[in-house]
């Protein structure tokens, strides 16, 4: 019997970023930090706000960029949720615009994928820290979208 897991929809962060920082560069990598300094979150699952303070740090290999994110989301009841989202970015001519129904997910050209983790010890957030999900991401301006889904 085979099985393909399905994706449900959770909900879509809006991190608000500032310029990028050089930090520094080794043998073929460039070390860089990005500032997330606020955002939204909103989707079926979650509703908050993004708190200023965490931040990317992403390391560029050749034409790969290594992403590993933290920051806090608050959630409209007060909780505070921890997030690590690690992923990659690359420039890829053969990935096409993508769209969940109407919503635009990701972009022509750029493969943006992440893979989250919760932390958080609020019972009605508690689910989060036990859920795989997958995040496609675009940029908009100075904000960068996420659109999470969860693995069923």
């Known amino acids: 019997m085979s099985f393909t897991p399905g994706l449900t929809f959770a909900f879509e962060i809006r991190a608000q970023v500032a310029d990028s920082l050089h930090v520094g560069h080794g043998a073929g990598e460039i070390l860089e930090f990005t500032p997330i300094v606020g955002g939204t979150v909103d989707g079926p699952l979650l509703?908050?706000?993004v708190l200023a303070g965490g931040g990317d740090w992403s390391s560029t290999r050749g034409e790969v960029c290594q992403l590993d994110a933290r920051?806090?989301?608050q959630a409209e009841d007060g909780s505070v949720i921890d997030i690590v989202?690690?992923?990659y970015y690359r420039e890829s001519p053969d990935s096409p615009d993508q769209?969940?129904?109407a919503v635009q997910v990701s972009a022509a050209g750029h493969y943006y994928r992440t893979s989250p983790v919760f932390r958080t010890d609020a019972p009605a957030h508690r689910w989060l820290a036990g859920?795989?999900?997958?995040?496609l991401a675009r940029p908009e301006g100075d904000t960068v979208v996420i659109r999470l889904y969860a693995v069923l």
């Open 47 to 49: 509703r908050g706000t």
């Open 71 to 73: 920051y806090l989301i």
């Open 85 to 87: 989202n690690r992923g």
């Open 99 to 101: 769209y969940d129904g």
């Open 131 to 135: 859920t795989v999900f997958v995040g």
